[in-house]
């Protein structure tokens, strides 16, 4: 079965230190690559893909993420945490043969919580 | 631009109620998704809709759970007969045609469903 796994229910990180939020993926073939922030109340916002290409990719409010085909991993990276990055996190999959849409698999989140 | 909306944002019906959850998709996006986001899960996939083809309904858990987009524009998720493991986060993205080379999805708030 396809799958997600954010192995991290909760990553603590003081502010000005480097976060990583962990997401490993089984999926069949190689995957388009998502991370979606999501804050309370609020839906999920589009934080970054990996679609092809170079494994680092950059998205919005500074975050970064990096992809490792043998290991079937997509971390979120950020070289210096804000207290306004706390929130939820998905990383999500989509099955690059999936009959041509953008059916996406999420994992369970992780949530970050940003430490003054 | 506008983004995703959708109504109500909190709903609360009691057991075997029906109940209805709308969704208004950013102007000119094709697809559009249904989603169940349960506490503390990630959400997941219900239905897909392409214009007013309803091209996957894979993810409805029962046969009580309907949806339709009759003009390719609003969709209409709507639950017969709740029951209380219909508890959930109802979300709805919408996102530009496959061929567009855009792969995200956009979200909206989400409709807060609990069932008493």
């Known amino acids: 079965a396809q799958s997600v796994a954010q192995p991290e229910d909760q990553v603590n990180v003081a502010e000005g230190n480097p976060l990583t939020v962990k997401c490993t993926y089984s999926?069949?073939?190689?995957?388009?690559l998502f991370w979606y922030v999501q804050y309370p109340n609020r839906g999920l916002q589009f934080l970054l893909k990996y679609i092809t290409g170079d494994n680092l990719v950059k998205g919005s409010y500074g975050f970064e993420a990096e992809f490792n085909k043998s290991q079937t991993s997509f971390h979120l990276k950020k070289p210096s945490a804000l207290v306004s990055d706390s929130a939820l996190y998905f990383c999500?999959?989509?099955?690059?043969?999936?009959?041509?849409?953008?059916?996406?698999?999420f994992g369970a989140g992780t949530r970050l919580a940003v430490h003054p | 631009g506008a983004g995703v909306s959708q109504s109500p944002r909190y709903k609360v019906a009691k057991r075997g109620q029906d109940v209805a959850l709308r969704c208004d998709p950013i102007s000119g996006h094709v697809s559009l998704f249904w989603y169940q986001q349960a506490l503390g899960q990630g959400p997941e996939f219900l239905t897909y809709?392409?214009?007013?083809?309803?091209?996957?309904k894979s993810g409805l858990p029962s046969d009580r759970f309907f949806a339709e987009r009759p003009e390719g524009s609003v969709s209409t998720l709507k639950i017969q007969r709740t029951q209380q493991e219909d508890s959930a986060v109802y979300l709805c993205?919408?996102?530009?045609?496959?061929?567009?080379?855009?792969?995200?999805?956009?979200f909206g708030p989400g409709t807060r469903l609990t069932v008493t």
């Open positions: 993205a919408s996102s530009p045609p496959p061929s567009s080379g855009t792969y995200e999805q956009y």
């Open positions: 999500a999959v989509r099955p690059r043969h999936s009959g041509g849409y953008n059916k996406l698999i």
């Open positions: 809709f392409q214009n007013e083809a309803q091209l996957d």
């Open positions: 999926v069949s073939g190689n995957p388009y």
